[in-house]
């Protein structure tokens, strides 16, 4: 069995801190947009009575006719 060399064993505790230091920005900036877009659809996009899970399910089914539309033309 071989030993790995120093800086085998250097390169990969860098490794693993760059990929966890990157899951933490990405976790943090789809939060952040998650909550911006929520609070967007909830404020000038969403209908009386209706949750803003429900408008988010009717944008979506409204882009998807909106888009298949543009494609017959």
């Known amino acids: 069995m071989k030993m790995k060399s120093k800086i085998a064993n250097a390169n990969e505790k860098i490794e693993e801190e760059v990929t966890s230091g ?3 920005i990405q976790d ?4 952040g947009f998650s909550k ?6 909830n404020r ?3 209908r ?4 803003v899970a429900e408008a988010k399910e009717r ?3 409204e ?4 888009a298949e539309q543009n494609n017959k033309k």
């Open 63 to 66: 882009a998807r006719k909106h």
């Open 48 to 51: 009386d009575g209706e949750s």
């Open 22 to 24: 990157f899951s933490k």
């Open 59 to 61: 944008l979506q089914r």
């Open 36 to 41: 911006i877009e929520e609070a967007f659809i």
């Open 28 to 31: 943090g900036v789809v939060g």
């Open 44 to 46: 000038y996009l969403k």
